[in-house]
């Protein structure tokens, strides 16, 4: 199985500032025919199922706003919120998609410092 | 618009086994390239992939789980099936069913659309 890493644990950043979340896989995730990395970003809402935010890795989901932005490729990927707002605390998971079973990280706790 | 919901007890009995359903809209299992998974989430804890049924009834099963795992779906009633044998007090957890974007080249997938969970506790 494909272990995915997530850094920190937990996060605390100032409203309007950035937030950066970082996942590592063990293995490549990219597959080199379309050359595309097989990582997406949730988020959960205390209380909520997870939404998906990015797929590809850097492809935003249809309604995400333009502040969420994922990049990285291979084993190391990064998701960033550019301006924090107080409706993004929340709990961040990366998940592969490579191969099977997918497997998710440990979560990355935001919240507002 | 595309929308599940699970149901099932709310408390069951160590050595017991739990019997989940998923009631979806929005969508046909039926259709290629279409699958419902199931995934899972200890109090306070990340998430944890289970099982998954494809259009085809094509199925899978995490590793670590699978002897006790076991997922149908009935398309006439659009809905899929979870048992867990032998729950344990760890098996405590919310339990989500979640609708799958497939991508062919690889059988890779991830959840687009999840129902809102339901909380499964496990004791005597």
């Known amino acids: 199985d494909i272990v995915m890493t997530q850094s920190p644990d937990s996060l605390a950043v100032s409203l309007g500032e950035r937030a950066t979340i970082n996942c590592k896989s063990s293995?490549?995730?990219?597959?080199?025919?379309?050359?595309?990395?097989?990582l997406v970003w949730y988020q959960q809402k205390p209380g909520q199922p997870p939404k998906l935010l990015i797929y590809?890795?850097?492809t935003r989901e249809s309604g995400v706003p333009d502040r969420f932005s994922g990049s990285g490729s291979g084993t190391d990927f990064t998701l960033t919120i550019s301006s924090l707002q107080a409706e993004d605390v929340a709990v961040y998971y990366c998940?592969?998609?490579?191969?099977?079973?997918?497997?998710f990280g440990q979560g990355t706790r935001l919240e507002i410092k | 618009q595309i929308t599940l919901k699970e149901s099932g007890p709310t408390l069951v009995k160590p050595t017991q086994t739990l019997t989940l359903t998923c009631t979806f809209s929005?969508?046909?299992?039926?259709?290629?390239?279409?699958?419902v998974g199931w995934i899972r989430q200890p109090p306070g804890k990340a998430l944890e992939w289970l099982a998954l049924?494809?259009?085809?009834?094509?199925?899978r099963y995490s590793p670590s789980l699978k002897t006790r795992l076991t997922i149908t779906k009935d398309t006439s009633k659009n809905q899929v099936v979870l048992t867990m044998s032998n729950m344990d007090p760890v098996d405590t957890a919310t339990y989500y069913c979640?609708?799958?974007?497939?991508?062919?080249?690889?059988?890779?997938?991830?959840?687009?659309?999840w129902g809102q969970g339901t909380l499964v506790t496990v004791s005597s």
């Open positions: 049924i494809y259009w085809d009834d094509d199925k």
């Open positions: 929005g969508f046909s299992l039926s259709t290629s390239g279409v699958g």
């Open positions: 590809w890795a850097s």
């Open positions: 979640a609708h799958i974007r497939y991508y062919l080249e690889t059988s890779g997938y991830f959840f687009d659309y």
């Open positions: 998940q592969q998609y490579y191969s099977s079973p997918p497997t």
């Open positions: 293995q490549s995730v990219l597959y080199s025919s379309n050359n595309r990395n097989y």
